[in-house]
């Protein structure tokens, strides 16, 4: 399995909180992606990573920042958590830009 | 953008083999990958064609790609218990390396 673990992975928050959620990976990998996962819908990228310091945005990406100061780590912050975002939130890395492979997932529900 | 479509459930017998299907909307994709997820984990990816290929084959797994009608297929033969799993599909554009996934079919084995 990849090295990729993410941090909490489970959290429940009140309406109007920020909340950060981690991904870390051992794997040196250049990029990295920040996915939603709903009933219904499959998986949404929120956003994606390129490089250090170099981020875009996904599909469903308002409501939701990143940051990517190393490349171990990208973090994804809800900066007023809404109950919209209640989701599972998963993580992928890839090397070559075409495979990637997935974190454990974070539960995150907003009351 | 790309819409991928799949069947919501699956339901065989032990032993059997197991047919799962994919329609995708953009002629020009290049990346087809076919992800397996179980209860409560991430998506661990099972394998992927090009679409210069029309067939891949990978122990029980086979893929078949048929480009003219855009529709991608996993068959696993001599399908166990341990397959019942949420099987994506997801397409990547040259363009883009990022996939659009579909809304995964649950496959239920059953003895």
């Known amino acids: 399995d990849a090295g990729i673990t993410q941090s909490p992975r489970h959290k429940v928050t009140e309406t109007g909180t920020p909340v950060t959620l981690r991904c870390h990976q051992t794997e040196n990998h250049r990029y990295m992606y920040w996915y939603r996962q709903d009933p219904g819908h499959g998986l949404r990228l929120i956003h994606y990573?390129?490089?250090?310091?170099?981020?875009d945005k996904g599909e469903v990406s308002d409501g939701y920042s990143v940051s990517r100061s190393k490349t171990e780590d990208f973090l994804l912050t809800l900066e007023s958590a809404t109950s919209s975002q209640t989701s599972v939130y998963f993580c992928?890395?890839?090397?070559?830009?075409?495979?990637?492979?997935f974190g454990p997932g974070t539960r995150l529900t907003v009351l | 953008g790309e819409d991928v479509e799949q069947s919501l459930f699956l339901s065989v017998r032990e032993g059997d083999s197991s047919v799962i299907n994919c329609t995708y909307t953009?002629?020009?994709?290049?990346?087809l990958y076919w992800y397996k997820q179980e209860p409560g984990a991430g998506l661990q990816l099972l394998t992927y064609?090009?679409?210069?290929?029309d067939m891949k084959q990978d122990q029980r797994l086979t893929v078949l790609l048929n480009k003219k009608d855009k529709h991608l297929s996993l068959r696993i033969a001599d399908t166990q218990t341990g397959d019942s799993a949420i099987y994506f599909c997801?397409?990547?554009?040259?363009?883009?390396?990022?996939?659009?996934f579909g809304r995964g079919t649950s496959l239920i084995v059953h003895p």
């Open positions: 953009d002629s020009s994709s290049t990346y």
């Open positions: 997801a397409v990547a554009s040259g363009g883009s390396y990022i996939p659009t």
């Open positions: 992928a890395i890839s090397e070559d830009g075409y495979t990637q492979y």
């Open positions: 990573s390129y490089g250090v310091k170099d981020t």
């Open positions: 064609i090009f679409s210069n290929m």
